[in-house]
């Protein structure tokens, strides 16, 4: 897979951060939703697709770093791979088909779809005690 994706898209330089990427891959970005998702994958071998999205997202459009790194992590450790469905939804989160770009708001996904911040709390235990009113913005 080219860095460009199969719209040969050339502007883009990624980021070769070795500690963001470990940062994202633990589940340590301070991002309580990216972080609660990817810390779901490490213990789990699972991912929601909206979770898989935001993730995705995160990594490539706001991080910079390289979608094929994304995507092969996720080839190692989803339980349920499938070729075509990760390398094209990476290439995709990444905006590199030449179509629309879905760039996420995290912390508005967060409020829309853990409002109660139940699934934060539930693998970032470190959150057990934040108030609901800042859960997805803790800091």
């Known amino acids: 897979f080219f860095p460009g994706g199969p719209a040969g898209l050339t502007s883009v330089a990624w980021s070769a951060d070795s500690e963001l990427w470990d940062r994202w891959a633990q589940g340590q970005t301070g991002l309580p939703l990216v972080d609660a998702n990817m810390r779901e994958l490490q213990q789990t071998g699972w991912m ?46 990444a905006g590199m088909t030449g179509g629309r770009i879905n760039h996420f708001n995290i912390t508005k996904q967060s409020k829309d779809y853990d409002p109660d911040g139940h699934y934060i709390r539930h693998w970032l235990p470190e959150l057990q005690n934040v108030p609901t009113s800042r859960i997805h913005e803790p800091w």
Not at 60 to 69: F, H, P, T, V
Request: proline letters at 0%; hydrophobic letters at 45%; aromatic letters at 14%.
């Open 48 to 93: 929601s697709n909206r979770g898989r999205q935001n993730v995705a997202s995160y990594l490539a459009l706001d991080l910079g770093i390289d979608w094929r790194r994304g995507a092969s992590l996720f080839e190692q450790l989803l339980l349920d791979y499938d070729v075509a469905s990760n390398w094209g939804n990476w290439v995709a989160a």
